[in-house]
């Protein structure tokens, strides 16, 4: 029997040497991985705020992006008036016939025209405002449209008209647009100008309106006593 035993034990012991032993976990192996939680952002539909917040959180945007908002809703439009109550200063349309400019103080560059590249400032241009503007129309009727929704979302104090006569520039047309009728500075810069027009330019004058010229030549058949 103790023969027997020793055989038993031997076999024993091999099998304990063949059976694979459990890996204890290794201290130097790194720790696992834990899921970062991701930030969280709150989305909420504007419209749908009560008027008072709605207007804090459209008064807490900069002038760009209150622009923007502008665009992409005619509601959000029409409720700018009433969020921006207080006038922004003078407001400046600059129109040369090829492009035009529309800007107050504080409010970025509206640029309609085809020279976006050679802007030197931040501006809202002809792309982004694509709202505003109708396919069919004129420049000038493009530029006076611009104009009235500008003013009806971002009021200003007075309105300063530089008209830069050229070929391109209908001086008597823009004389009859809101444009000029609402206007109380009118510059005449650079470029020439023809007498006709000119009168018709200086007749404002009788509203209270500022002329001002800036012209590179005056027309050599204009009589002064007009001034």
Not at 186 to 196: A, C, L, N, Q, R
Request: charge should be negative; aromatic fraction near 8%; charged fraction near 30%.
């Amino acid at each position: 029997m103790f023969s027997c035993f020793n055989i038993r034990s031997k076999r024993r012991k091999e099998e304990e040497i063949e059976q694979p032993k459990e890996e204890k976990p290794s201290t130097n192996s790194p720790s696992p991985e834990v899921p970062i939680e991701e930030e969280q952002s709150t989305n909420f539909r504007l419209l749908e705020l009560p008027d008072v917040a709605r207007i804090e959180v459209i008064q807490s945007m900069d002038a760009l992006e209150q622009i923007k908002l502008a665009l992409s809703s005619k509601r959000i439009e029409s409720y700018m008036k009433v969020v921006n109550n207080k006038k922004l200063g003078q407001c400046h349309v600059r129109y040369t016939g090829l492009e035009a400019f529309i800007a107050t103080p504080s409010i970025p560059l509206l640029y309609y025209g085809s020279q976006e590249e050679k802007l030197k400032m931040p501006a809202i241009t002809s792309r982004d405002l694509q709202p505003w503007l109708n396919e069919g129309s004129t420049l000038l009727e493009n530029t006076v449209n611009l104009f009235e929704r500008y003013r009806k979302a971002f009021p200003y104090e007075s309105l300063a008209l530089l008209i830069y006569p050229n070929l391109s520039v209908n001086v008597k047309a823009i004389l009859e647009t809101p444009l000029y009728k609402d206007c109380d500075f009118v510059v005449f810069k650079e470029g020439k100008i023809s007498t006709e027009d000119l009168n018709a330019g200086l007749e404002g004058t009788h509203d209270g309106r500022s002329i001002d010229l800036k012209l590179q030549e005056m027309p050599l058949d204009f009589n002064q006593k007009n001034v």
